[in-house]
């Protein structure tokens, strides 16, 4: 499972979902009671929002399908230590 922290994904190339709403569309959806339980939970561990965890796992997804991530690349915290 990836898991990533709000600063962590400012890649200038993806789209930014302004508060203001612009370049935006809203989307209603319909998940399983344990579905939201576990995004609730995970958005509460990690310190943002679940309408931020569902934007960055439908660009994960977006990215996957067009046969990879968008550069720049993305480093979870603690990784960068790593190199």
Partial sequence: MWRCA???????????????G???ERVTTTLTRTQKAELDRLAKSQGVKVAWLVRRAVE?????????P???LELERGEDGKR
Avoid: I, N, T, W
């Avoid at 709000?6 to 979902?17: F, K, L, T």
């Avoid at 994960?60 to 990879?68: D, K, T």
């Fill in 60 to 68: 994960r997804y977006l990215e996957e399908a067009a046969g990879g």
């Fill in 70 to 72: 968008m550069l720049p």
């Fill in 22 to 24: 612009k370049d935006a």
């Fill in 6 to 20: 709000a600063e962590c994904c400012g890649s200038p190339r993806r789209s930014q979902v302004g508060k203001d």
